[in-house]
C-alpha cells in the first residue's frame, strides 16, 4: 500500500575541484582539493586574485580555532579580492569578469542589533571563510551587503585590505580623533600602522608604540612623529606621557595589540577627559584592571570598537583608491598557494612582513 512514491531528480552533483587551504587544527593548515563551491540562487563565485595574510589568521593558525569565525575543519583566509566567474540564478548587477572585492560577513538586517542601526552585533552575523583558495562562492547576504566593485587603477592585493581597514575606520569614527590631537597608537602590527596612517591624515599627532625595528620604521612612514620601542624605555607610560604637553597624556590611545596588560597601559596613559579605544580583542576569558578614579575623577571614555559595517567597508575602499592608505606598502612578500603552509610557518617563527599576498592562480614559487 502507500502512495507511490513521485521520481525525483536528484539534483546534479558536479565533481569539479579546487585546490583549496583547510585547516585542520592548530598549526595544522593543509592545501587540497576540495570540491569547488556551487553557486546557488543570489550568490557569486568569485576567482581569486589574491588574498592576503593577516594576524588574525595568524592568531586562528596558533590557536586552531576562532569562537566567531572559523571552526575547523574549514576553508581558511578571508581578505581577498578576484573577478566574478558564475553568477547565480537572480543576481542583477554584475557581469561574469567583473573585478571585485568584498568584506568577510554580513549582518542579517532583521535582528535586535541590525534594528538598532548596530550591525557589528548582528546576532546573525554571516563569516566566509576560503580566502586561500581558487575560488570562493559568496552568500546572498554577502552579495547585497559587501559586495564592491574594483576602481580600474587598483590591483587585487592592494583592494584586499579593504577588510581590516575597513575595522580601522570604524575605529577611528568611534575615537573620534580630531585636528591637533596627540594620539598614542599602542601596536605597530597592520592594524597599529593603519590607524597610524588615517590618524595622520585627520592631522593628529602620533606616537607609536611597537616591538620590532622593521615595524616601527614602516610607523614613520606611515606619518608617525614619535616612536617608542617596547625593551628599549623602562616605563612605556612615563615614555608615552614624556611625548605629551606637560607630560598630561595623549588625547586619545588606541590599544592594536589585544593584551590585558597592554590594555591596563592604554587606561592610564591617556590625559584627563581622553579617550581609549580598546581595540585589540584579548583571549578569552582574560581580565583587565581599571583604577576606578580614571573614570569618575578623570573622566576617561573607555571603548572598543569590533569588525565593520557596510559603510566603512565602502569608505576603506575609497581611501585605497585615493591612496590615503597606500596599500601597498603593507604587502611586503608574495607567494603562492601551495606556499600557504611554510608561509604560516614562516609567520610563527619570526618573519615579520605585515602582510603576504598570496596569488592562489600562481605556480608554486618553490622559495618557501
Ligand atoms: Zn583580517
Ligand atoms: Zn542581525
Not at 31 to 57: N, S, Y
Not at 127 to 135: K, T
Not at 190 to 218: E, S
Not at 259 to 270: D, G, R, T
Request: include cysteine.
Amino acid at each position: 500500500m502507500g502512495r507511490e512514491q513521485p521520481v525525483r531528480e536528484e539534483p546534479p552533483v558536479s565533481d569539479a575541484k579546487m585546490e583549496a587551504a583547510v585547516l585542520y587544527g592548530k598549526e595544522n593548515v593543509v592545501v587540497e582539493a576540495v570540491p569547488l563551491p556551487p553557486v546557488g540562487p543570489g550568490e557569486v563565485r568569485v576567482r581569486i586574485r589574491a588574498a592576503l595574510t593577516c594576524g588574525t589568521d595568524l592568531k586562528v593558525y596558533r590557536r586552531g580555532y576562532h569562537a566567531r569565525m572559523i571552526v575547523p575543519p574549514a576553508l581558511f583566509g578571508h581578505e581577498f579580492a578576484g573577478e566574478i566567474e558564475a553568477i547565480g540564478e537572480g543576481v542583477t548587477g554584475w557581469h561574469i569578469g567583473q573585478r571585485v572585492v568584498a568584506a568577510n560577513s554580513a549582518a542579517c538586517e532583521k535582528c535586535f542589533y541590525c534594528r538598532k542601526g548596530l550591525p557589528e552585533l548582528c546576532e546573525d552575523l554571516l563569516f566566509v571563510n576560503g580566502a586561500y583558495a581558487e575560488y570562493i562562492t559568496l552568500p546572498k547576504r554577502l552579495v547585497k551587503a559587501n559586495l564592491l566593485t574594483l576602481p580600474e587603477k587598483l590591483s587585487y592585493e592592494e583592494a584586499a585590505l579593504v577588510e581590516p581597514l575597513a575595522c580601522v575606520v570604524r575605529g577611528m569614527l568611534e575615537t573620534d580623533v580630531q585636528p591637533g590631537d596627540t594620539v598614542a597608537v599602542l601596536g605597530a602590527g597592520q592594524i597599529g600602522l593603519m590607524f597610524t596612517r588615517l590618524c595622520t591624515a585627520a592631522g593628529a599627532r602620533v606616537i607609536c608604540v611597537g616591538r620590532r625595528p622593521q615595524r616601527l620604521r614602516l610607523a614613520q612612514k606611515m606619518g608617525a612623529d614619535a616612536i617608542i620601542p617596547i625593551g628599549q624605555v623602562e616605563d612605556v607610560v612615563q615614555s608615552v606621557r614624556d611625548q605629551t604637553e606637560e607630560g598630561r597624556g595623549p588625547d586619545r590611545v588606541i590599544e592594536a595589540v589585544g593584551l590585558p596588560e597592554v590594555w591596563e597601559q592604554a587606561i592610564a596613559m591617556a590625559r584627563k577627559g581622553a579617550v581609549i579605544n580598546l581595540f585589540g580583542g584579548c583571549p578569552a576569558n582574560t581580565t583587565a584592571r581599571v583604577d576606578t578614579s580614571r573614570i569618575h575623577y578623570d573622566e576617561v571614555t573607555i571603548k572598543g570598537t569590533f569588525h565593520h559595517t557596510p559603510q566603512t567597508v565602502r569608505a576603506a575602499l575609497d581611501l585605497i583608491a585615493d591612496g590615503t592608505v597606500p596599500a601597498g606598502e603593507f604587502i611586503e612578500q608574495r607567494a603562492s598557494l601551495a606556499d600557504l603552509p611554510a608561509v604560516f610557518r614562516s609567520l610563527l617563527n619570526g618573519n615579520c612582513a605585515v602582510k603576504v599576498a598570496i596569488d592562489p592562480q600562481a605556480d608554486p614559487t618553490g622559495k618557501w
